[in-house]
């Protein structure tokens, strides 16, 4: 932790952000506790004061700022210089030795956010931003619609910050998930239902109890927080941006940011103008945003989710249709894969590089394979891929897939038997393989 | 048919600061007059110029989506409950 975080209001406001502006027709509004246009119902956007940021903010400055995503406060909508920071962000960058091989690539970079704080996921960024925000705005109670990553990262910053927190998942989340936020002391509602019903429920409840739902009246700044990863891969590649990046697909909303972030890179001279490739990944089992792309389509229509990848299992994507538009403006492509390919993915990733990532990463790690075998990832492209969560919160989903451990006494030659038996099976598997 | 309709946040000022109103029609159609009557200007607000239900607008009658039914021609039964919600949320 970088800072500490009990002081509250600051004296003085920072804020370089200017109010929220409608996406789709334009009309501004205050920057206050509002998701959507009363007049069009688009969402609302954060404006800021790109000419104020351009002459204040410098590499220096960034480099000099603190080692977590708030080293990129000025690009946040907060006013506060004091900020919730659990040390989120800053994660490692890997460029990949044995994966890129094995795919046939030249540059390959893992984003680890299965190693972000505190939570083990990308999650904690915006949730850092957006209750830093519900404090500004005078919120006491938080709450948030979640598939559960989100429901993990919303109870234990609100437990840091002192907030009241009451969350809302699927009843049939994995047991990692539902245990890895009972532990903070939310009130946690299990709802019988896909993650689809239970956000038109917070939907509702959010319209009668004055709450800061994160991802609903304060979207505008929590989605800011996903941002910082777009920040992050240019300033670890050395202040430039990759040519093709690979993340997955839940609501189009990540994918949206990391964009966003990218171009405001740009626009403040940050980094060199170019186009980045922009390729995302759904499962099969719910893939609304695939199947719009692949049929040239520019709305979504909504599926009943029916996939292993439960994080990333919204059939009623929110910014479903702007992942399209970036996705074909950028000469990028938008695939799906099958629950066994996502095993799989897991599978290569931990098994290459050493990265224990959730059902979401083994469905990016899966689709960016595919899209390399279809030719559609040049060799030469210097490519990252976002790992956004960690394997250990989806144990269920590998389980009898990825053998057992071998049982033996404490006695040398029963260690020796099974070694010989063991290398025996590897062998055996080798054949099957190259027959 | 009496159906209980859920009205979001940025729609009750046309609704006097309601969350609930009660209206009436056998279809989602009907229920939009029947709606315009009671709170006149909101059918503005939820259907585009040429009268479809604007892109960022979910409907829901008892719980399910009317894309999964039969969209604006989704029939109503006494006491349904209707939900109206902005569908950009979540994630």
Known sequence: MTQATQATTPTQSAATFTGLKCKECGADYEAKALHVCEFCFGPLEVAYDYSALSRTVTRETIQAGPNSIWRYRP???????????????????????????????????????????????????????????????????????????????????????????????????????????????????????????????????????????????????????????????????????????????ASGSLFSKIHKGFQEFIKVGLVEDKTVRFSGAQAEGCSPIAQAFREGRDFITPVKPNTIAKSIAIGNPADGIYAVDIARKTNGNIESV???????????????????????????????????????????????????????KTQEAVQGYIGEPLTIEPKLDSFERALERAQTLDRLEWQQVLV | MA????????????????????????????????????????????????????????????????????????????????SIVPAVAGG
């Open chain 1, 75 to 249: 690009f946040l909508p907060v006013q506060t210089n004091n900020p919730i920071d659990v040390g989120t962000g800053m994660t490692p960058l890997v460029q990949t030795n044995r994966l890129a091989r094995r795919l046939g690539l030249k540059r390959l970079y893992i984003k680890n956010d299965a190693v972000n704080m505190p939570t083990l996921s990308f999650k904690d960024r915006v949730v850092s931003v957006a209750l830093t925000r519900a404090r500004e705005l005078g919120f006491s109670t938080v709450s948030c619609a979640s598939t559960g990553n989100l429901a993990n990262s919303t109870a234990a910053i609100a437990a840091h910050a002192g907030l009241e927190c009451c969350v809302f998942i699927p009843a049939d989340l994995e047991a990692g998930k539902i245990l890895g936020t009972l532990i903070y002391g939310p009130t946690v509602m299990a709802v019988q239902g896909n993650y689809d019903q239970v956000n038109r429920l917070c939907s509702e409840v959010a319209n009668t109890h004055g709450w800061g739902f994160v991802n609903i009246n304060l979207r505008p700044y929590y989605s800011e927080g996903s941002k910082t990863l777009g920040y992050e891969v240019a300033e670890q590649l050395g202040w430039q941006l990759p040519d093709h990046i690979v993340a997955p697909l």
């Open chain 1, 338 to 392: 099958t629950d066994a390919e996502i095993i799989e993915g897991m599978k290569l990733l931990a098994e290459t590089e050493g990265i224990f990532t959730e059902t979401a990463g083994g469905t990016t790690i899966a689709v960016l394979k595919k899209l390399v075998e279809a030719g559609k990832i040049d060799p030469e492209e210097t490519t990252v891929a976002y790992i956004t969560g960690n394997g250990l």
């Open chain 2, 3 to 82: 159906v209980k309709v859920l009205i979001p946040t940025p729609l009750q000022k046309f609704t006097r600061d309601q969350a609930t109103v009660e209206c009436n029609g056998g279809t989602i159609n009907e229920l939009l007059d029947s709606l315009e009557q009671s709170c006149p200007g909101i059918k503005a607000r939820l259907c585009d110029d040429s009268g479809e239900l604007r892109r960022f607008i979910n409907f829901y009658v008892n719980s399910e989506d009317i894309r999964f039914l039969e969209g604006k021609n989704t029939a109503l039964q006494e006491g349904d409950e209707v």
